[in-house]
Structures are given as C-alpha cells and as structure tokens.
Antibody, heavy 119, light 107 residues
Framework: QVQLQESGPGLVKPSETLSLSCAVS??????????WGWIRQPPGKGLEWIGN???????LYNPSVQSRVTISIDTSKRQISLNLSSVTAADTAVYYC???????????WGRGTLVTVSS | AIQLTQSPSSLSASVGDRVTIACRAS??????LAWYQQKSGKPPKILVY???ILESGVPSRFRGSGSGTDFTLTINSLQPEDFATYYC?????????FGGGTKVEIK
C-alpha cells in the first residue's frame, strides 16, 4: 500500500518561498496509471486543489496559484516537491500530498503538514 | 471554475438516522464527482467516485447518486464513526474544485 509523507518548514516568512517534499513509499512512482498532487486546507476551512503531476513531469495547476507554483517529481528519490513563491498569510494551510488513479479523484492522502506564513 | 455548493453546511442527527447531503455544480460535470469524509485532524478519505461507485472498503450504508449538476450522498443508519465533515469534489474540468463541506454532528 502506498504511503505519502510530507515534510518541510512549518513556518515561512511573507514574500518567501514555501518548499515541501512528499516521500513516496510502498508503490511505484513511475507508473503512468497514477498522478501525484497537492491539496491544501486553511485552518478551519475547506479544501483547495493546488496541482497535479504525472510521472512524465507533465503538470497542471490551479489558476489561483499558477503564477507562483511549481510541482516536480524526482523518480530516483521517490519524491514529489511543491514550491510556492511570494507567500502571504493566505497561504497558511495544511498541505496534503495525494495520489490518484488517472482521470479519477485522489484516493491516497498523506497526513498533511501545517505551514504557517508569518514574520 | 466550476463551483460546487453543498447543503446543508451542517446538520445534527442521531445514531441510526438516514442523512442526505446535497452537492450542486454550477455547470454539468456528468458523473465526475467524488465524496470525501474528513474527521478532525485527519486527511480526507474518499468514499465515492464517479458519483455512485463506492471506494473499496467503504461501508455499504454510504450511497452516492446523481449526474449533471445535482448530486446526493446518503448515509443510511448513521453510525458513531460517521460524525465528520463531508466534501464533494468534481474532477470533470480543471481546476478541480471542492464543495464547502457539510459537518454532521451528533444530536
């Protein structure tokens, strides 16, 4: 069974870049049957899709963050990465790494990591 | 972006009750809709995809229905472990979007 583990700084200063990693274990990261993605949830609020990436590196992003976000995949390290630049307090959220079957919703989620944007 | 409106935003129910949660899309999504359950401090767990297909391991008391713009999640005979927040998500069109959530509380 696949397991996803997010990691990264819990505190980021405004205007800086938020960088998170997601370690993938227990399953193939190179199969084209799946995609990997990031979804976030501000404290006490709902869910927001950030973006998805496939094993070939093809990525899709939410227009709400498209100008600031990069999702990448490193198959040798079995790792998915998220970079979000020029962060503000509105980017404070629990960030989840997810995996889904192609053309279907995410069915595996990491436990999530809280990132707070504050000086 | 496609907007998903869930109703009600919260409800109180008793163990054994039947509960119905609605999700309305701002434009048609065929049957490309999923339902998630989220308990406090935990990641969401998928219950239903393709509007009515139960994810493996999900109890049969959960039932999804609908197509186009109107969808429903029904929980038959509510159990103590079902008290949680439920979200719908459309995966028909990018950007993927979620409903605002429905919190199911104990009466």
């Amino acid at each position: 069974q696949v397991q996803l583990q997010e990691s990264g700084p819990g505190l980021v200063k405004p205007s800086e870049t938020l960088s998170l990693s997601c370690a993938v274990s227990g399953g193939s990261i190179t199969t084209t049957s799946y995609y990997w993605g990031w979804i976030r949830q501000p404290p006490g609020k709902g869910l927001e899709w950030i973006g998805n990436i496939y094993s070939d590196g093809n990525a899709l992003y939410n227009p709400s963050v498209q100008s600031r976000v990069t999702i990448s995949i490193d198959t040798s390290k079995r790792q998915i990465s998220l970079n979000l630049s020029s962060v503000t307090a509105a980017d404070t959220a629990v960030y989840y790494c997810v995996r889904g079957r192609r053309e279907l919703p995410a069915n595996f989620w990491g436990r999530g990591t809280l990132v707070t944007v504050s000086s | 972006a496609i907007q998903l409106t869930q109703s009600p935003s919260s409800l109180s129910a008793s163990v054994g009750d039947r509960v119905t949660i609605a999700c309305r899309a701002s434009q048609g999504v065929t049957t490309s809709l999923a339902w998630y359950q989220q308990k406090s401090g935990k990641p969401p767990k998928i219950l239903v995809y393709d509007a009515s297909i139960l994810e493996s391991g999900v109890p049969s008391r959960f039932r999804g229905s609908g197509s186009g713009t109107d969808f429903t999640l029904t929980i038959n005979s509510l159990q103590p472990e079902d008290f949680a927040t439920y979200y719908c998500q459309q995966f028909h069109t990018y950007p993927l979007t979620f409903g605002g959530g429905t919190k199911v509380e104990i009466k």
